[in-house]
């Protein structure tokens, strides 16, 4: 957050939920100006009616727009195509193009269907799932693994998903990635050695200044989380 002005945009967040940083990194790309809620899950407070009112699905993340009659967007990758939509005029994270924005949409999606909920599962039965079940962990590593091998292959032709330069259709990737990476990826598994490709373009995306700055933010809340 920037500047002495009241923030153009309000984000439902938590400190540690992948899907909510990654529309800071894209804030932080455009230079808007915003303020974090975390909510807490542990009481609840995503489910609260008053959130609830906001995001009827009660997850993070939940955007309000307060220069555009507080329009309320959940969705983190909807949340990321309105704010490129509306705010990157000259293209700097996104495609120009129709058919740019199509494909754009079509890493969003993969993304969105591919990663998001995969490696959510895969954190859950790892790391929270009250009882051990094998066969649940082994599904969604997998998963992950085959989802990191569409990356490689595509990766083996050019430096980005999508076009030249680094757009949203590769940003929002990033935070899942890195969680999955330290605690997910089973440990027989080396990444930098099997899916070079796939490190190389995390590292590329984790050294962009606005995500590293959104990190920075992250550790600083430290064991808020
Ligand atoms: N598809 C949604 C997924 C949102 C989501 O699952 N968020 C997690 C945190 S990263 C959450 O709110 N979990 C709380 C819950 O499942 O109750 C998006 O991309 O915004």
Same mark, same amino acid.
């Given at each position: ?6 923030? *153009?945009?309000?984000?439902?967040? &938590? ?14 790309? %455009? ?29 993070? /993340?939940?955007?309000?727009? &307060? ?7 959940? =969705? ?14 000259? &293209? ?10 199509? *494909?754009? %949409?079509? +890493? ?8 998001? /909920?995969?490696?959510? *599962? ?6 929270? &799932?009250? =009882?051990?079940?094998?066969? #649940? ?38 935070? +899942?990635?890195?969680? #999955? ?5 089973? =440990? ?14 995390? *590292?590329?995306? %984790? #050294? ?18």
């Amino acid at each position: 957050m920037s500047g002495t002005q009241e923030p *153009q945009f309000t984000i439902y967040s &938590h400190a540690s939920g992948p899907n909510g940083w990654r529309v800071v990194y894209v804030l932080k790309a %455009l230079s808007l100006t915003y303020r974090t809620i975390y909510l807490d899950f542990t009481k609840g407070e995503h489910k609260s009616a008053e959130y609830l009112s906001l995001n009827p699905n009660g997850r993070i /993340p939940t955007l309000i727009d &307060h220069s555009n009659n507080d329009i309320t967007i959940f =969705e983190s990758n909807a949340i990321l195509t309105y704010l490129v939509e509306k705010y990157d005029h000259g &293209h700097r994270i996104s495609a120009e193009s129709e058919e740019g924005r199509i *494909q754009q %949409l079509q +890493w969003l999606f993969f993304q969105g269907t591919g990663q998001g /909920p995969y490696f959510g *599962q895969a954190a859950w039965f790892k790391l929270f &799932h009250p =009882e051990k079940i094998p066969s #649940a962990i082994e599904r969604y590593e997998k998963e992950i693994l085959r989802v990191l091998q569409v990356l490689e292959s595509v990766l083996e032709s050019k430096e980005w998903l999508n076009g030249e330069k680094a757009t949203i259709a590769d940003i929002a990737w990033v935070s +899942w990635n890195s969680f #999955a990476f330290e605690a997910l990826v089973p =440990e027989e598994v080396d990444i930098p050695t099997q899916l070079p490709r796939v490190w190389r373009w995390h *590292q590329r995306l %984790l #050294a962009l200044p606005y995500i590293a700055e959104a990190i920075k933010e992250k550790e600083a809340l430290g064991n808020e989380a």
